[in-house]
């Protein structure tokens, strides 16, 4: 049965709790299956200093503009340039480049490390940001990723999504992790380990929080996680099944589908689990809340029409409108930071897919040609929705950009990866 169907239909999945204290070491692996139609020509040269750390940062910076497919990578031959020597733009601009980004790493007299870089504009000739970053040998990556965002900002217009984190869960061998990983895949710790199925993980709007439902009870439970601390509470064990946490903008609540009352109906609830209120009364299933991003609405999966549908309502009170109306089966809103598009799953020729909604104008369109998609997030930019997939009897996780041009997967060896949610900007 597809995972939809029993979300929709709410069944239970039964188990024992057994936790283990071992980080997993498998990281996700990234591969680039599309690209935009048009890429920005982008050189990154090798920085000056610390030639080991510099190497290794300045290649996950080229991987981190390559992989966005907004960039073209320009060769630049080993060339060596650091922050503060004036490039001679002719040359960068015959090799291709319309961008340059130049920079050192030099050791400080306590151990730690200056990162410098800037970056130049080679059509302008002139310089057009830069900026300084102290850290040690565990945060090479991280300031990487920070000065790629740095770059994308800059060049794109908008904020990059490179130091950024994704939640996700991996099934091997009878054993269900959630896990938290750097948006490239590297760097991937265990929030949680079960024996029992770990489902739905929602990050709360500050991303210090993951919302999640555990089967470890022998029944869905809503758990409340804190990543800093380890430590986590229930938020929402009642009679029968709990599931499907989302949370409400200011971080204060949590939108849940109970079956307490007889059915999946949709509920708001305090975060630590009081003054719950049910917000509907329907005599079909509703399921797979969402809040829109200005806490006015919650959109959500229901069959009360005869067949899953999207709809909304406001969270006050109020009769629910319907969303979708193409196709028999349209399930799991997810809408994108700035409210202005819905992704969500359709039913297209048998295949289940991902699709994009603009809201204003209620066109869609489908972005992806795989056959089992489900639990779309999007980029705390909304330029990419993250998903997870079916690829050679496997699971895996994808991304595709909303115009539907850039593509990438990302597998774990051996194991099927489900479940994605990506955290939203760092506070």
Not at 254 to 265: E, F, M, R
Request: glycine share 10%; hydrophobic share 40%.
């Amino acid at each position: 049965m597809n995972t939809h169907h029993i979300r929709l239909l709410a069944g239970c999945l039964f188990g024992c709790l057994a936790c283990f204290a071992t980080l997993a070491q498998a990281q996700l692996s990234i591969e680039i299956t599309g690209s935009g139609a048009q890429r920005l020509p982008v050189a990154i040269a090798d920085f000056g200093g610390e030639r080991i750390v510099s190497q290794a940062l300045t290649s996950v910076v080229r991987s981190d503009l390559e992989r966005s497919g907004m960039f073209q990578m320009i060769d630049t031959a080993g060339t060596a340039l650091d922050e503060n020597t004036a490039p001679v733009y002719a040359d960068w601009k015959a090799r291709g480049a319309d961008a340059l980004a130049a920079g050192s790493v030099i050791t400080s007299p306590d151990g730690r490390y200056e990162t410098r870089f800037r970056l130049h504009d080679t059509q302008k000739q002139v310089a057009i940001g830069g900026q300084a970053f102290t850290h040690n040998a565990s945060q090479i990556r991280a300031t990487a990723h920070r000065i790629a965002d740095d770059i994308y900002e800059k060049l794109i217009g908008e904020r990059g999504i490179f130091a950024t984190r994704i939640a996700y869960v991996v099934k091997s061998a009878g054993r269900f992790e959630l896990q938290i990983a750097d948006a490239d895949g590297n760097g991937a710790q265990t929030a949680l380990a079960s024996r029992e199925p770990i489902i739905s993980p929602s990050w709360s709007p500050d991303g210090g929080k993951l919302a999640y439902v555990s089967f470890e009870a022998k029944k869905p439970v809503v758990y409340v996680h804190d990543l800093a601390t380890g430590r986590r509470h229930v938020a929402a064990n009642f009679k029968g099944s709990n599931s499907a946490p989302a949370w409400s903008p200011d971080g204060r609540k949590l939108a849940v589908v109970l079956t307490k009352d007889g059915g999946s109906q949709l509920y708001v609830i305090n975060v630590d689990g009081s003054g719950i209120v049910r917000l509907a009364s329907s005599a079909g299933i509703d399921t797979e809340p969402q809040f829109s991003p200005d806490g006015e609405f919650i959109y959500f999966t229901s069959d009360r029409g005869g067949s899953p549908q999207i709809y909304r309502q406001p969270v006050t009170g109020g009769a629910a409108q319907r969303i979708t109306f193409d196709g028999n089966y349209n399930v799991t809103p997810r809408l994108a930071p700035d409210g202005k598009h819905l992704a969500f799953v359709t039913r297209d020729s048998g295949r289940f897919r991902v699709a994009i909604m603009d809201l204003a104008s209620r066109q869609t369109q489908v972005l992806t040609d795989t056959a089992k998609d489900e639990s779309p997030s999007f980029a705390p930019n909304g330029r990419m929705i993250l998903f997870a997939t079916e690829v050679g009897g496997r699971g895996v996780l994808a991304a595709v950009s909303i115009d539907g041009r850039v593509k990438q997967r990302l597998s774990v060896q051996a194991a099927d990866v489900r479940e994605p949610a990506w955290a939203p900007f760092n506070k």
